[in-house]
C-alpha cells in the first residue's frame, strides 16, 4: 500500500455513459498524476497538477477527458460519452519532487 | 514523441541469479529516470530512481545503470527471488513534469 487510493477498484459502463474516478493523493503530496494504462503497455501520461492548478495536459487527451483537483487534496477524472477505446487502467500518482508513488488504478471497461 | 523503451519484453532467470532488465530512451534532455515494478491488478511500485547526473545508484538488491552517451539504461537485480516475478518498467522525465514509460519487461524467475 503506497498510501495513494483511488475509487472505484472497477467499473464497467455502458457506451455514452458518463463516468468519475477519484484519487487521494499522499496528504503531503502538492503534486498529482493521471495516467492510463492498456494491457501490455506502459502507464500513459494524461495531465498533471501542482496543488490545484491542472498545469500539463497530454495532447492526446480527448476533450472528452476532464480533471479537477478542486482543494489541491483529491482529483477527479471524468469521462463523458464513454467510448469502448477508453476501456484502460487509469492510474493516478502523487509527489512531493521526484519519486511517483502509484495508487492500484481504476479498471474501466466500456461495453 | 518522446520515447522509453525497452529491449526486450520477457525474462527468464533462475532464482538466485542476477537480471539485467535495459531500456533505452529517446531524448537526450531527460534529467531523472525511475524504474517501476508491476504486479498483475496493482499499481506500478517504485523501485530505484536515477538522476541524470549521476551514471549508478544501488538499492537493496538494486542498481540503476545510466549511461547518457548511448541514452540507455539498466536495472539489475541481484539473487532474484519468485517474488521479483513481475512487469518492469522504466520511466523518464522530460519536459517539466511529463514521465514517459516504456512497453515493459515482464520478468519470471523460475524456482
Known amino acids: 500500500d503506497t498510501g495513494v487510493s483511488q475509487d472505484p477498484r472497477h467499473k464497467i459502463t455502458k457506451r455514452g455513459q458518463n463516468v468519475t474516478f477519484r484519487c487521494d493523493p499522499i496528504s503531503e503530496h502538492n503534486r498529482l498524476y493521471w495516467y492510463r494504462q492498456t494491457l501490455g503497455q506502459g502507464p500513459e501520461f494524461l495531465t498533471y497538477?501542482?496543488?490545484?492548478?491542472?498545469?500539463?495536459k497530454s495532447r492526446l487527451l480527448s476533450d472528452r477527458f476532464s480533471a479537477e483537483r478542486p482543494k489541491g487534496s483529491f482529483s477527479t477524472l471524468e469521462i463523458q460519452r464513454t467510448e469502448q477505446g477508453d476501456s484502460a487502467m487509469y492510474l493516478c500518482?502523487?509527489?512531493?519532487?521526484?519519486?511517483?508513488?502509484f495508487g492500484p488504478g481504476t479498471r474501466l471497461t466500456v461495453l | 514523441g518522446e520515447s522509453v523503451g525497452l529491449h526486450l519484453p520477457t525474462l527468464s532467470v533462475q532464482e538466485g541469479d542476477n537480471s539485467i532488465i535495459n531500456c533505452a530512451y529517446s531524448?537526450?534532455?531527460?534529467?531523472?529516470f525511475i524504474w517501476y515494478k508491476q504486479e498483475s491488478g496493482k499499481g506500478p511500485q517504485f523501485i530505484i530512481d536515477i538522476r541524470s547526473n549521476m551514471d549508478k545508484r544501488q538499492g537493496q538488491r538494486v542498481t540503476v545503470l545510466l549511461n547518457k552517451t548511448v541514452k540507455h539504461l539498466s536495472l539489475q537485480i541481484a539473487a532474484t527471488q519468485p517474488g521479483d516475478s513481475a512487469v518492469y518498467f522504466c520511466a523518464g522525465r522530460v519536459t517539466g513534469n511529463q514521465f514517459y514509460f516504456g512497453t515493459g519487461t515482464s520478468l519470471t524467475v523460475i524456482p
Open positions: 497538477f501542482q496543488n490545484e492548478a491542472q498545469l500539463e
Open positions: 531524448n537526450s534532455a531527460s534529467d531523472y
Open positions: 500518482a502523487s509527489t512531493t519532487i521526484n519519486e511517483q508513488f
